[in-house]
């Protein structure tokens, strides 16, 4: 693609990101077919090929619009189409700057920036949305079926391995709203690493990974989180760890983005550059020890022979799993070593809807997509749904018949 960028942004290391981006995509289109809100809107702004266009054009001079604003708030950032683009086109990369320059010039109203301020203040305090969860669980019985069917039941945290502490040792990171929602999550990740003969703790300084700041219009928290946990890390990782395990897919693509996001600050650009090379998705590390968990689970099960074999399982791979982490049939790999069924899942790609805080903001889109993709999961009639990510298991839980569990849960009950 041909490009001309204005003078505003040509010369910075933004502008330079965005011309050398636009200058890869060659208008084919194949993005569209794999793209959630066009499928939903049919509309070719609606579309990566689209929205490319309107950034192009902003980022040439000409004065963004709501209009524009709008039809860049609609993209969910799954990814999807940066898999289907054989021109390799970092579409995320484009958007964020994109979004950036369009919001600058076209400021939210007030209305729009208080929720966005509310969201990134309670969904980013572990504390506070743990304390206001609890208040929505109190007082389910009378809310509106809407807002009643997002307050997940309250689900007991799981024990952590005994004290005994091995040589292989890795941190995990509790992020915001997954201890609220899903304590078990990292406990059954302990103990399954554990069984593998590695020690998982957790950094009682670190937090949000900061990729609901980011998203929310807030580039200067984000980096400031990222900051935070780089600082509660970095004498673990001095102390010889291997690895930051990531339960959240949605938070493992933003650690491992990390060395970009503080590219520019001479403070913490190396040690931002060594944590995300650290971070892995619990899959890629569990998946390393493949053939360790499968003794285990083959003294298990000789152990047991009498064991009916394990539920029908659909997964669900969040887009921040597969699309922007590239994690592909590994989780899949696992499950069916530890004896479950997994359904076939039609049109695996498209996304859930929840994408962060999207189901919130544009709630309408976000529940058509939430829909679609329960038809597609439990078509097959699964005993349950799996899934790597926090928003997406909350999300589709609010919709589903059947249990949404974390894939590391039905691993950890098969040892």
Not at 83 to 111: H, K, N, W
Not at 212 to 233: C, P, Y
Not at 322 to 347: C, N, S
Request: one cysteine or more; charged letters at 20%.
């Amino acid at each position: 693609m041909e490009t001309k960028l204005a003078d505003f942004i040509r010369d910075t290391t933004d502008g330079r990101e965005a011309n050398a981006i636009l200058r890869k995509c060659v208008h084919c289109g194949f993005c569209t077919a794999t793209c959630p809100t066009y499928q939903l809107l049919g509309d070719e702004l609606d579309g990566p090929r689209g929205r490319i266009y309107q950034i192009k054009r902003v980022l040439e001079g000409v004065p963004a619009t709501p209009s524009v604003r709008e039809h860049l708030d609609r993209c969910l950032t799954c990814r999807a189409c940066e898999t289907t683009c054989p021109s390799g086109v970092q579409y995320a990369r484009l958007l964020d700057i994109g979004r950036a320059e369009v919001v600058r010039q076209v400021p939210r109203s007030m209305p729009q920036k208080m929720l966005r301020a509310t969201l990134r203040s309670t969904l980013s305090n572990a504390a506070l949305f743990g304390a206001l969860l609890a208040v929505g669980r109190t007082f389910r019985g009378v809310l509106p079926a809407r807002i009643a069917a997002k307050i997940p039941a309250r689900v007991d945290a799981g024990a952590w391995p005994r004290a005994a502490q091995h040589q292989r040792r890795m941190l995990a990171l509790a992020g915001c709203v997954q201890p609220a929602l899903a304590p078990n999550t990292n406990a059954a990740t302990a103990r399954v690493l554990d069984a593998v003969g590695i020690t998982l703790s957790e950094a009682p300084a670190a937090g949000c990974c900061g990729a609901l700041a980011f998203h929310l219009d807030d580039e200067g928290g984000a980096r400031e989180a990222a900051r935070r946990n780089i600082d509660a890390w970095w004498p673990h990782v001095e102390n010889g760890v291997e690895a930051i395990v990531m339960t959240a897919s949605g938070c493992g693509v933003q650690v491992k983005d990390y060395g970009h996001l503080l590219r520019n600050d001479a403070r913490y650009a190396a040690k931002a550059e060594r944590i995300a090379a650290l971070c892995r998705d619990a899959s890629e590390v569990i998946v390393a020890e493949y053939e360790t968990l499968r003794t285990r689970l083959a003294v298990q099960q000789n152990q047991q022979p009498a064991r009916q074999p394990r539920e029908r399982v659909a997964f669900h791979s969040p887009c921040t799993l597969q699309h922007g982490q590239k994690i592909r049939g590994v989780i899949e790999r696992l499950l069916e070593a530890a004896g479950y069924t997994l359904a076939p899942v039609p049109d695996a790609h498209l996304c859930c809807g929840s994408a962060g805080t999207y189901s919130l903001l544009h709630s309408s889109l976000s529940m058509q997509l939430r829909d679609n993709k329960l038809a597609a999961l439990t078509g097959q009639a699964p005993a349950m749904i799996a899934t790597a990510n926090i928003g997406c298991q909350a999300h589709l839980a609010s919709g589903a018949t059947v249990p949404v569990r974390h894939w590391i849960e039905l691993l950890d009950a098969a040892l």
